[in-house]
Structures are given as structure tokens and as C-alpha cells.
């Protein structure tokens, strides 16, 4: 069975760095892309960025170039989303994604990791 | 970039209402339309793929269907478990997956 499981809910203060996790088990880790989505309190669904454990290469959404960083350790089979210095805007809802082998549709989601950020 | 659009932003209904969801991208897509439901605090799930194909295990009162820009997602007889948000997303640009604003959808 797939299973994305992320990691747990953060609160932070503003100007703090952070990193959520998304391990991926039930399938080969390193064969398919992995994405993030943002969902803000209240609003819709934002595609963020993608990787390819396989071989690091990733693609971000113009709207979060240079704002994040996706990462993969495909040694644990996790993918990962950081921040360097985070604002109040970055609370959210934040969900790893996993389209199919065609990444054409993505067919499983992690549960979630709720972000805070306030001072 | 390509822009999703969704009509309307929200509307209510009654169980076993016939619902009709609009979806625009701001050009051809093809067939690379996508629909997911979410409820709230639950990750978003998978409905309609390629603008017309069930997803294993939707019940068949969903469908889809469009191509080019316009997309319609259709649920014949409302549930009262289908009362969510409605999300159409594109995936003709490769590896960057735009979502519409949503769709939602409440009792009357």
C-alpha cells in the first residue's frame, strides 16, 4: 500500500527555519516525483514544487522559486520542504503529493503538516 | 502560465440535485484536466483523471467531462457525503499541477 506520512504540526516564530518531511513507503521511492501543495487558512490548493528523488531534479512554481527548498534523501525515502527564515504568511496547510508514473494526475497525498508561524 | 478558472465559487443544494461544476483554463489543455474533492481538514482526493476517466472506486454518479478549455464536472444525484470543495487542476504543463480556486459546495 503507498503511504505518504508527514511529519508533525510546527509552530514558529517569524524570522525561524524550518523543515517538514514526507516519507514515502509501499512503492520505489526514487521512480516517481514527489510535490508539494500550500494551503493557506480558509483558500485553495497551490502546487508548489516537485523533485524526483532519483536524481534531485527539481521544479518549482514561479510563485515559490527562491521562497522554499524541496530536497530528497532517497537513502530514507523522504522528501523535504524548508524554509530559511519564515514569515507569518508561510502559516498554512502544507501537503506532499505524488502523481503517477505518467506524473500526470496525483493520485496519493500525505495527511498534512500544519505550520504556524506568529510571534 | 496557464490560468484555472471555476464556476460558480460556491452553491448550495439538496440531496439528490443534479450539480454541474464549470471549469476554464486560460488555454488548450488538451484532456489534461484533473478533479479532486476535499473535505475539510482532509487531504485532497483524486475523482476524474484526463478529464473524463473515473478513478478507481468513485461512485459513478461523478463524471466528467471537456477538452480544450472548458471542463464540466457533473454529480448526478447529490450524497449527503459529497457536500465538499471541488478542485479541478491541470497537468498539460509539464510537472507544474495549477489549481483552480475551488468550487464549494453546501446544504441548501
Known amino acids: 500500500e503507498v503511504q505518504l506520512v508527514q511529519s508533525g504540526a510546527e509552530v514558529k516564530k517569524p524570522g525561524e527555519s524550518l523543515k517538514i518531511s514526507c516519507k514515502g513507503s509501499?512503492?520505489?521511492?526514487?521512480?516517481?516525483?514527489i510535490g508539494w501543495v500550500r494551503q493557506m487558512p480558509g483558500k485553495g490548493l497551490e502546487w508548489m514544487g516537485i523533485?524526483?528523488?532519483?536524481?534531485?531534479?527539481?521544479r518549482y512554481s514561479p510563485s515559490f522559486q527562491g521562497q522554499v527548498t524541496i530536497s530528497a534523501d532517497k537513502s530514507i525515502s523522504t522528501a523535504y520542504l524548508q524554509w530559511s527564515s519564515l514569515k507569518a504568511s508561510d502559516t498554512a496547510m502544507y501537503y506532499c503529493?505524488?502523481?503517477?508514473?505518467?506524473?500526470?494526475?496525483?493520485?496519493?497525498w500525505g495527511q498534512g503538516t500544519l505550520v504556524t508561524v506568529s510571534s | 502560465d496557464i490560468q484555472m478558472t471555476q464556476s460558480p465559487s460556491s452553491l448550495s443544494a439538496s440531496v439528490g440535485d443534479r450539480v454541474t461544476i464549470t471549469c476554464r483554463a486560460s488555454?488548450?489543455?488538451?484532456?489534461?484536466l484533473n478533479w479532486y474533492q476535499q473535505k475539510p481538514g482532509k487531504a485532497p482526493k483524486l475523482l476524474i483523471y484526463?478529464?473524463?476517466s473515473l478513478q478507481s472506486g468513485v461512485p459513478s454518479r461523478f463524471s466528467g467531462s471537456g477538452s480544450g478549455t472548458d471542463f464540466t464536472l457533473t454529480i448526478s444525484s447529490l450524497q449527503p457525503e459529497d457536500f465538499a470543495t471541488y478542485y479541478c487542476?491541470?497537468?498539460?504543463?509539464?510537472?507544474?499541477?495549477?489549481f483552480g480556486p475551488g468550487t464549494k459546495v453546501d446544504i441548501k
Open positions: 503529493a505524488r502523481p503517477g508514473i505518467a506524473a500526470a494526475v496525483i493520485d496519493y
Open positions: 509501499g512503492y520505489s521511492f526514487t521512480s516517481y516525483w
Open positions: 523533485i524526483y528523488p532519483g536524481d534531485s531534479d527539481t
Open positions: 488555454q488548450s489543455i488538451s484532456s489534461y
Open positions: 484526463a478529464a473524463s
Open positions: 487542476q491541470q497537468s498539460y504543463s509539464t510537472l507544474i499541477f495549477t
